[in-house]
């Protein structure tokens, strides 16, 4: 059974920093770009970043390039977000999900995660 399991959210101060993990199990997870989405309150669920199947293309939502960072490890079937210079507007359920293929476009995804809430503020 395919399963995504999101780790490290949390209350932070503006400025800060998080790291977001997600651990993946039940899938060839080498074979799936993995993307990371969030969702705010009273907002439609966005795509904040992706990263392809060997991990060598990434892209990310213009509110966050420069900020973020994504990464895979495909041998510990992880991925990664490392949130820095976070703003209140970043406050949002951060989900990753898993799209078979892609080669780093994370456009209809296959598998979901159930979230990891992350709230900025001082």
């Known amino acids: 059974q395919p399963q995504l399991v999101e780790s490290g959210g949390g209350l932070v101060q503006p400025g800060g920093s998080l790291r977001l993990s997600c651990a993946a199990s039940g899938f060839t997870f080498s074979f799936y770009s993995i993307g990371w989405f969030r969702q705010a309150p009273g907002k439609e669920r966005e795509g904040v970043s992706c990263i392809s199947e060997s991990g060598s293309r990434t892209n990310y939502a213009d509110s966050v390039k420069g900020r973020f960072t994504i990464s895979r490890d495909n041998a510990k079937k992880a991925v990664y977000l490392q949130m820095n210079s976070l703003k209140p507007e970043d406050t949002a359920v951060y989900y990753c999900?898993?799209?078979?293929?892609?080669?780093?476009?994370?456009?209809?995804?296959?598998?979901w995660g159930k979230g990891t809430a992350i709230t900025v503020s001082s």
């Open positions: 999900a898993a799209r078979l293929g892609g080669s780093g476009i994370c456009s209809v995804m296959d598998h």
